[in-house]
């Protein structure tokens, strides 16, 4: 039988690379990977090549080029980078551009990576948190909800994500020492919980959902590895680090004065999983993570894995 190959976007970065990685560890032989890239000369694209990838160059601002990369493939994992340029209308284009091309290809299986729309629940009259941008409470949030629409349900899974806890390591979001030494860990949610997920367990999941095919088609899946307070995971860090680390909890209006770029959409974005904690840990079930991905870590087998990774100054 001929193997259904998957197109993945994004599959150098993390989540289209914890995918890629499931799909070539698979050992029933039914799926083959196509990995899309704007570098296939990188050092990431031809470690693909070498494992086993076809490996194809295309541009999310490019609908020609994505649908020479969907062509003949069975599935589609579409992802967009809101950070790499922090615009909302070019990752809304993107993100067209991904449906469009998918549906130019006859894809019979898409999984587009989403988040919440946030202005659903805090409209933009809603002084609560300022609007940004003039038409976004948290732009990387609501411009991929928005986008839902433009995907095709009957061929469409659509997979809502969680905080990564690689966080920790890429984003600067690791403890920091105050003037004493002591570790800090700033999660401006209170004694809310955050769901959060090992970024390469969201590409496992991904696959659990290729491999769950049709019945998967039209549903959304909102997935986590764990749902953790501030306190929960400073305790979790301590353990790890083997050094004491407190939660340094500030209101999301001073998180949004830090000054990095996109301290304001951040700050909104906590406020946001904070005020609906039970909605945004109530959609994001461990069980069904799991039931996606049975290596589903939790955020303490991550540390074990990757706390030495951390930057803690
Ligand atoms: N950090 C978090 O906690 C978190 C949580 C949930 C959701 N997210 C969302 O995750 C998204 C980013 O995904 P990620 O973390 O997997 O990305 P990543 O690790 O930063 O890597 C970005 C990937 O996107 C590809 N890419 C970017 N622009 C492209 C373009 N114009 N054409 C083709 N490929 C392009 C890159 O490919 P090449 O460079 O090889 O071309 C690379 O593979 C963001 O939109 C963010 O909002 C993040």
Redo the contacts with the bound molecule.
Sequence with gaps: MAKKLITV?????????GLSKAILADQSGEFALRA????PD?D??RALARAGAEVVS????DVASLQRAFDGAHGAFC??????HMSPEK?RT?ARNLAEASKASRVEHVIW?T?EDSRERVPLTDQRMPTLLEHYKVP?FDV?GEADAFFDRAHTTFLR????WD?LIY?GMGPKPDEKGQLGFVLPMGDKKLPGIA?EDIGKCAFGIFKRGAAALGKYFAIAGEHLTGAQMAQALSRALERSVAHVDVPPAVYRTFGFPGADDLGNMFQYKAEFEAEFCGARDLAVSRSLNPQLQTFAQWLAANAARIPLS
């Design positions: 976007i994004g599959a150098t970065g993390a989540q289209g690379g899309v890239t704007r570098k990188g990431a694209a295309a541009d999310l601002d992802v967009t980078n809101f950070w790499e990752e993107q990576s988040l990387h991929k994500t969680s905080f990564y966080n984003f970024a």
